[in-house]
C-alpha cells in the first residue's frame, strides 16, 4: 500500500485478556519498528525487526509483550493477560533498510488501546 | 545512555509568525542522526526534517529549519510563516549512526498551537 497500515484503529479490551495488533508496511520496505506512546508521554521503542529476524527486542517492556514477522511483510504485536497499564498508542514504522541509518522511518496511524 | 530532552511542553504562535521549539540530546556518540517529527490529531507521526550530525550545515525544507549546535547538543526547529496547519505536537529525535541499532529515541514532545 501507499503508507504504513495499522489495524485495529482502535481497541478496547478487558484486563486480563489478549490482544493482537497488526502492521503491514509499505511494500518494499524491509525494517520494521513499533513503539508504544502512553498519554503525554513520547515515543517508547518496543522492538524492531530485520526481514524476520528481531536485532533487538530490548524495550519490550515484560515478557507478556511479543512480536513476529512473518515473510518479510505484516508483523503482529502481541499482548497477554493485558493490564491497565498497557493502555496506550502502539505505533509501527517501516524504512527500507534498517542497517541504513540515513533511511526515514514511516509511521502508520497506530492502534488506541484501552485496558478496562 | 542516550536521551532527548524537550523542555518546551507547550507553545503558541501567531498566524504568520516564527516560532522555535529548543531540543537537547545527551550522546557520547560521534556519528548519529536527529529528527523532527509532527504528530497531528491523526495520530500519525509525520517527518519535518532531519540532520546528520557529520553536516554542519543546518537542514533546511521549505519554511522548517533547524539551528544544529553539535557542540552544545542542541537541535532546534525553526518554523516560519506560521500556518494554522501547523498546529500538533512536534517530537526531537535522536538515532545512532552506523546501523549498530536503530532505534528512534524520542523527547516528550512540544504542543504548538497556532492562533490565527
Known amino acids: 500500500g501507499a503508507g504504513v497500515s495499522q489495524s485495529p484503529s482502535n481497541k478496547v479490551t478487558e484486563k486480563g485478556k489478549d490482544v493482537e495488533l497488526r502492521c503491514d508496511p509499505i511494500?518494499?520496505?524491509?525494517?520494521l519498528y513499533w513503539y508504544r506512546q502512553s498519554l503525554g508521554q513520547g515515543l517508547e521503542f518496543l522492538i524492531y525487526f530485520q526481514g524476520n529476524s528481531a536485532p533487538d527486542k530490548s524495550g519490550l517492556p515484560s515478557d507478556r509483550f511479543s512480536a513476529e514477522r512473518t515473510g518479510g511483510s505484516v508483523s503482529t504485536l502481541t499482548i497477554q493477560r493485558t493490564q491497565q497499564e498497557d493502555s496506550a498508542v502502539y505505533l509501527c514504522?517501516?524504512?527500507?533498510?534498517?542497517?541504513?541509518?540515513?533511511?526515514?522511518?514511516?509511521f502508520g496511524d497506530g492502534t488506541r488501546l484501552s485496558i478496562l | 545512555a542516550q536521551t532527548v530532552t524537550q523542555s518546551q511542553p507547550e507553545m503558541s504562535v501567531q498566524e504568520a509568525e516564527t516560532v522555535t521549539l529548543s531540543c537537547t540530546y545527551d550522546?557520547?556518540?560521534?556519528?548519529?542522526?536527529l529528527f523532527w517529527y509532527k504528530q497531528p490529531p491523526s495520530r500519525q507521526m509525520i517527518l519535518v526534517i532531519r540532520q546528520e550530525a557529520y553536516k554542519q550545515q543546518n537542514a533546511t525544507e521549505n519554511r522548517f529549519s533547524v539551528n544544529f549546535q553539535k557542540a552544545a547538543k542542541s537541535f532546534s526547529l525553526k518554523i516560519s510563516d506560521s500556518q494554522l496547519g501547523d498546529a500538533a505536537m512536534y517530537f526531537c529525535a535522536y538515532r545512532i549512526g552506523g546501523g549498530a541499532t536503530n532505534k528512534l529515541i524520542f523527547g516528550t514532545g512540544t504542543l504548538l498551537a497556532v492562533q490565527p
Open positions: 511494500s518494499g520496505h524491509t525494517a
Open positions: 550522546t557520547s556518540e560521534s556519528d548519529y542522526y
Open positions: 514504522a517501516s524504512s527500507l533498510w534498517a542497517l541504513d541509518s540515513n533511511q526515514p522511518q514511516h
